[in-house]
């Protein structure tokens, strides 16, 4: 596998379905998009500056996982 960019996960991780680039297809992946994507669009219904924060918190987590990602290479486990 290769490398992936912590930024270009960031990015994507805003856009929450994004987030898939950083986890690939796997259950962490799923379960994060579909907890985010419900907590965005409840928030959302509340105020549209707590649906900013989801999407916040999505960035971060894509990242994150990007970062995670590398470094499992770098330390040559196979990526999950």
């Given at each position: 596998?290769?490398?992936?960019?912590?930024?270009?996960?960031?990015?994507?991780?805003?856009?929450?379905?994004?987030?898939?680039?950083?986890?690939?297809?796997?259950?962490?992946?799923?379960?994060?998009?579909?907890?985010?994507?419900?907590?965005?669009?409840?928030?959302?219904?509340?105020?549209?500056?707590?649906?900013?924060?989801?999407?916040?918190?999505?960035?971060?987590?894509?990242?994150?996982?990007?970062?995670?990602?590398?470094?499992?290479?770098?330390?040559?486990?196979?990526a999950?």
């Amino acid at each position: 596998m290769s490398k992936k960019s912590p930024v270009l996960g960031a990015i994507l991780g805003f856009f929450i379905l994004g987030l898939f680039y950083s986890t690939g297809f796997n259950k962490k992946g799923i379960i994060t998009v579909i907890a985010l994507g419900f907590i965005s669009w409840g928030v959302g219904l509340a105020s549209v500056e707590l649906s900013t924060i989801v999407a916040i918190v999505g960035a971060y987590l894509g990242y994150r996982w990007s970062n995670e990602h590398n470094a499992m290479l770098e330390e040559g486990m196979p990526a999950q």
